[in-house]
């Protein structure tokens, strides 16, 4: 049954809550208004970095043997990365010749689930209720029932763990690119994992094995006292008792692990362990060269260069796809930045809306109506910042750019004064 939980906050608590959150919303105007302005500096600086990379970049050639000459040269690389290293997974004994090896660990555990629903009350205060739900899913760590919010589901709904597990990753040193040695960073880049079949070894499944059913045991019996054991019929052999063999809580199929009596009927606490790993392939890439290493490119404007990508790519497909996600990425952070301001103003205008909630209809009436100041107020702002950063670097973009936050702000002003005519008849 789901557990309900009803709080209720008054309106001059929800007053003061909302005139303490004026020094937030400042906070987050100007945090957006900074990284709006930021954004677009990193995106014509990254934009010029990458032409001039572009003009200077020069073909590796083969790579079985160092090339003095490209020595300090930003250049253009297309093959084939190997590694001698092996990974091996200190828990389950799994070894495998890879660039990087993968556990994954869910546990099956009793989750909380809520739902809410707020309602305003005459007078201005608030009342929510809150919904609390449980049910057995699959999670990445282990959920400490102790915290449920429901008294009773913190009998009924114990978790435990079959195993205290944590993912784990373990990576290549030592990757090559012919004759080159890859450093760190770009060993990080590679990607394409696949799953790993579980193929344990013997003597580490049933070590692993005998763990668990340790771990299962139950507690102890008081010891009882001694009672003389009965006697053996004269001719016979006394028979000594057959230990029980140990449960099977060790099932591996394909790529995972289930640690627990059945993977088709999971119990609260047992485990799924999952594996992957990445093998060397073909790589492309631009670096600068550095002895018989890369290192990324350091334009003259100070933004650095490097790309990365599985497969064999030319080098205008690679610069194409830098630049394209240099847009991408310009984007994402515009609508970042813009969201913050609107949300800092919205924040600023909170208290007269909570101030006329006093009456719920009027209180819904001022709390859309400041919704939909902010959201305009905070794109005309936005497309102004925006504006005045690109007059910078793109005069004529900027200018169009004003041009727009205008008629936003005219729109605003002429809404603000239909308001006004419509209350004053």
Known sequence: MAYKETTSVGWFDRLGTSFRGLGLGLVIIIAGTWL???????????????????AVTVELGDPAQPDNSKNGRLVHAAGPVETTDTLTDPVFGLSVNAIRLE?????????????????????????????????????????DSAQFKDPQARLDNKNTVILNLEDFRAQAANVTFGAYRLPDFMISSISGA?????????????????????????????????????????????????????????????????????????????????????????????????????????????????????????????????????????????????????????????????????????GRLAGAGAGLASALLGLAWSLVVISIAWLRFRPFIGGAMLVAAGVLLAFCFKSRGRAKRRIKY
Not at 246 to 265: E, I, K, Q
Not at 342 to 361: M, Q
Request: hydrophobic share 40%; charged share 20%.
């Open 103 to 143: 556990r994954s660990v869910e546990f099956y555990q009793w989750v909380e689930d809520s739902r809410s629903e707020t309602k305003q009350k005459l007078g201005g205060g608030e009342e929510t209720v809150t919904t609390y739900s449980y049910a057995p899913a699959w999670t990445s760590r282990p959920v």
């Open 194 to 362: 696949t799953p790993l079949e579980a193929v344990l070894p013997r003597e580490m499944k049933a070590k692993l094995n005998k763990e668990l059913n340790k771990a299962e045991e139950p507690a102890a019996a008081p010891e009882e006292p001694e009672t003389a054991a009965p006697a053996v019929p004269e001719g016979e052999t006394a028979v000594p008792a057959e230990t029980p063999e140990p449960a099977a809580l060790v099932h591996a199929s394909g790529s995972t692990v289930f640690l627990g009596n059945s993977p088709a009927a999971p119990q609260i606490g047992d485990a799924r362990v999952t594996f992957r790993e990445t093998r060397p392939g073909p790589v492309s890439f631009l670096a600068r060269c550095n002895g018989d290493t890369f290192e990324p490119y350091l334009a003259g404007n100070g933004h650095k260069v490097y790309r990365f990508a599985m497969g064999t790519h030319s080098l205008e497909t690679m610069y194409g796809d830098a630049n394209s996600a240099n847009a991408t990425t310009t984007w994402i952070l515009r609508a970042v930045g813009a969201f913050l301001v609107v949300f800092g103003l919205k924040t600023l205008l909170a208290p007269l809306s909570v101030f006329l909630s006093f009456i719920p209809l009027l």
């Open 36 to 54: 709006l302005w930021w954004n677009e500096g990193n995106f014509v600086g990254t934009g010029d970095a990458l032409r001039e990379a572009q």
